[in-house]
């Protein structure tokens, strides 16, 4: 599956109990079809001490969520936009479908 989100990007959540966040994309997984947001789907893993002394309790982490409830937002216009390809000198780059500016960092 091809993904038109990569690392880095700044997207928004579309649906879920997240809608209308916006943040960054910390990782990408073609195989399973998500990609993590940070500060997006909020986890709470309960964790044991392990060794003596160490604390145990609860972590915050985030969790994946699929790639079709994020659409990437524009850097220049700060809008949501569907992504757009341009071929230059041989080289493919992803653009913005509204105002034409590069998706690519």
């Known amino acids: 599956m091809a993904f038109k989100i990569k690392k880095d990007d700044t997207v928004m959540v579309l649906s879920g109990k997240d809608r209308g966040t916006k943040g960054k994309v910390i990782a990408c997984y073609p195989k399973t079809g998500k990609v993590m947001v940070e500060g997006v789907n909020i986890l709470t893993k309960h964790t044991k001490p392990r060794r003596q002394g160490e ?10 969520i ?39 960092n």
């Open 66 to 104: 699929y790639a079709s409830k994020v659409i990437p937002v524009c850097p220049k216009c700060e809008k949501t936009t569907r992504v757009a390809y341009k071929i230059e000198n041989g080289e493919k780059t992803r653009v913005c479908r509204k105002c034409g500016a590069s998706l690519d």
């Open 55 to 64: 604390m145990g309790g609860r972590i915050e982490t985030e969790g994946a």
